[in-house]
């Protein structure tokens, strides 16, 4: 059998979305540091506004440089397209605001980013959009939960902070099964680990601030559109599916079909909330794409060699990645995940908040901060952090012990991670 | 756009402008029919546009095809023939602008039915269309892999690396999503029906109206060399040919596209 002739991930990493400069010859992408784009005539500017032809017409809509990074995301994820945004929450918010209207439903996993968890929870009922958080372990949870108005299934394929492992496919069959996209977080993954339109998600959603971005010097986001998702079915998305008066009667459907959700996406949801990405982060994020597999690659086998030191040191009560025996995941997570689930993992340390708050103020090499998926090892104690005002059942109820520790592997020597960890949790239990 | 050809119901795209409105009979009607496995929306570079200068554009899923009711036909004589139903519901003559198995459907309903078509503007065809075997394979087996092979050779080395000219969209991965979503069977029916007709180059020596074709120099699934034999049995027609386009000009060189249908249509007046 013949293989497709298509570059493979590596190759994309570096490549996709990009051809050298036809002007300059310039190798890397430009930054293309430009608000507006001349027209070539008054036709071409119509035909522009009007979304007859294609091309820049000011950088809020699109822009050579970030233009570059969606497609190379789109690549990388094996999805249609893709629409960078100012941050890894300007892109949940595209995808919600671009599906749904208000009166509308969205069943979520419970454990994720503390942050989307807020937009959903708290910021979107103000503009009637509920939400329903249940059980990401328990398909038959999402099944339950979902009401004649709901308009969307959402979670992050590696969970936070208990890096619960989604599977992926029996939600996308719950989610098709009811006429319903699935949009997944996959920040923690990055694609290099797992590309979730491959198991039935229709749309992708990344921190690219994250592993992406990979040196903790930008923030952004992006929405990939998987394509295969039929808007049209059964009329329960108007945005897509109906005579939009934006662009003088446009049906996204009817129009771009498989491209339906990006164009509305970019069209309505960057020319109206207007979060785009700026041409100078595009460029950071993008040095960050190009070394993406050999990164992730070096973040799992650090994990793992911290994994296994964690195992064995006496101040340490639990663990939790998911290529730890102890996981519940672990099983899945070998099946979905055979290049390692991730480098963000959590643990306890004995001795309650007390001895995590020693733990981290003893930590050198590693850094204690809020962030995850930078080039260097990071740090935090939630218990004496951002979640400081909770009460121990509060925490408890939310996942989060007093003792947990969360830890994002870095690139540093692993030895050189493994002394410091290993000191730091000595110092924790000197009381 | 939702109409009935031989009592069953197809979808088009007219680029959001109804084909009914004022003067509309001073406006030509521009078929555009898609390929093996695709639909509409590979013309969604050429339709929204031509509809707002000067023609009536309808960019139709075939039988079974993207939004239109099924069965989907099998031979590319029921298709020429289902092309003159449409157009004679669609109530005038047409251009008919086809793509690859379209462009066989443009050349056969052109040879059939000279009164219906007034003029053809085709890309990414030769005289033969035969099927790589491991693709019609995986086609026959409903197998993924399918749509990723068409994706693969259907674009220009170009897009193997990108650069789209609509920001921030993947070509290669659009049209993959395409075929992808076609409704069982139906890929390796079109794909079958494309290497078994043998009437190109014998419909291309019989056709007087006006054509333009449209080829991609490094297309590889139907070379430039394959449309030869047409290129001389039409004797008449211009031949547009674009140097860095693969299979797919309408997606790839979308600016010469539409400039070209504008000057066909012109001259056809
Ligand atoms: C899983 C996950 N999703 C989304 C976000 C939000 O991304 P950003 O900070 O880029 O807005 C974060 C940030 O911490 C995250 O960890």
């Not at chain 1, 930590?363 to 121990?392: E, R």
Request: hydrophobic share 40%.
């Amino acid at each position: 059998m013949v293989e497709p002739d298509h570059h493979h991930f590596d190759t994309r990493a570096l490549h996709a979305g990009q051809r050298p400069d036809p002007t300059t010859g310039s190798r890397a992408v430009p930054i293309h540091q430009t608000t507006s784009y001349v027209f070539d005539s008054v036709d071409h500017a119509a035909g522009l506004f009007n979304l007859e032809v294609s091309g820049h017409l000011y950088s809020r809509i699109s822009n050579p440089t970030v233009a570059v990074l969606e497609e190379r995301l789109a690549s990388l994820e094996g999805g249609v397209g893709a629409v960078c945004t100012s941050s890894g929450q300007a892109a949940l918010h595209l995808a919600v605001a671009t599906i749904l209207n208000t009166g509308d439903h969205v069943v979520a996993s419970r454990n994720i980013y503390g942050g989307s968890h807020n937009l959903l929870n708290l910021t979107m009922p103000r503009f009637g959009i509920s939400t329903t958080f249940v059980d990401p372990r328990d398909p038959n949870a999402f099944a339950s939960a979902i009401l004649p108005e709901t308009r969307l299934v959402f979670a992050e394929t590696l969970g936070n902070p208990g890096i619960e492992v989604l599977n992926i496919g029996a939600v996308a069959e719950v989610a098709h099964d009811a006429g319903l996209p699935l949009a997944v977080d996959s920040t923690f993954a990055t694609p290099y680990l797992m590309r979730p339109i491959e198991h039935g998600a229709d749309i992708v959603i990344h921190s690219v601030t994250k592993f992406l971005g990979g040196h903790g010097v930008a923030i952004g986001g992006v929405v990939v559109d998987g394509g295969r998702f039929d808007w049209a079915a059964d009329g329960k998305f108007p945005t897509l599916s109906e005579p939009y008066d934006g662009y003088h009667g446009i049906t996204f459907t009817e129009e771009f079909g498989t491209a339906a959700l990006s164009m509305r996406a970019r069209a309505e949801g960057l020319r109206d909330f207007g979060g785009c990405m700026s041409p100078a982060n595009a460029f950071y994020l993008l040095q960050g794409v190009e070394t993406l597999p050999l990164r992730m690659a070096r973040h799992v086998e650090n994990t793992h060699r911290v994994v296994e030191m964690l195992d064995a040191h006496e101040a340490v009560s639990w663990i939790s990645h998911p290529s730890h025996a102890s996981h519940p995941d672990h099983e899945l997570a070998s099946r979905l995940y055979p290049n390692g689930a991730g480098a963000i993992l959590s643990f306890g340390v004995h001795g309650g908040r007390d001895a995590g708050r020693r733990f981290i103020e003893a930590v050198d090499l590693a850094s204690h901060l809020a962030n995850v998926g930078d080039a260097k090892t990071l740090v935090i104690h939630p218990g004496s952090t951002t979640h400081q005002q909770m009460s121990a059942e509060d925490l408890a109820s939310a996942g989060i012990g007093e003792e947990l520790i969360r830890l994002s592997v870095g690139l540093e020597d692993p030895e050189d991670i493994c002394d410091d960890l290993s000191r730091a949790l000595r110092a924790s239990q000197k009381s | 756009m939702r109409f009935e050809v031989d009592g069953r119901s197809v979808y088009a795209a007219t680029g959001a402008v109804p084909i009914q409105r004022a003067r509309a009979e001073e406006l030509p009607l521009v078929l555009f029919v898609h390929g093996a496995g695709m639909d509409r929306t590979v013309w969604s570079q050429q339709t929204r546009w031509l509809a707002h200068h000067g023609a009536r554009a309808v960019a139709v899923d075939l039988p079974g095809h993207g939004f239109s009711e099924g069965p989907a036909l099998s031979s590319i004589a029921e298709l020429a023939n289902w092309i003159a139903s449409t157009a004679e519901a669609l109530g005038d003559p047409v251009h008919v602008v086809g793509h690859s198995m379209g462009a066989f459907i443009g050349l056969e309903t052109a040879a059939q039915h000279t009164d219906t078509v007034a003029s053809l503007v085709l890309m990414g065809l030769g005289a033969a269309m035969p099927v790589h075997p491991d693709l019609q394979a995986a086609a026959d087996s409903d197998n993924p892999l399918a749509a990723d092979l068409m994706a693969g050779w259907m674009h220009g080395p170009d897009q193997k690396f990108g650069l789209n000219p609509t920001p921030g969209m993947s070509m290669t991965g659009t049209s993959r999503a395409v075929i992808e979503t076609s409704p069982k069977g139906v890929l390796a029916n079109d794909l079958t029906m494309c290497a078994n007709y043998e009437g190109a180059a014998d419909a291309a020596a019989s056709i007087t109206c006006p054509t333009t074709l449209v080829l991609g120099r490094l297309d590889r699934m139907t070379p430039r060399r394959a449309a030869q034999p047409l290129v001389e049995a039409l004797g008449h027609a211009r031949v547009i040919e674009l140097a860095t386009a693969g299979h797919a000009p309408m997606m790839e060189e979308p600016n010469v596209v539409r400039a070209t249908l504008a000057d066909h249509l012109a001259a056809c007046r």
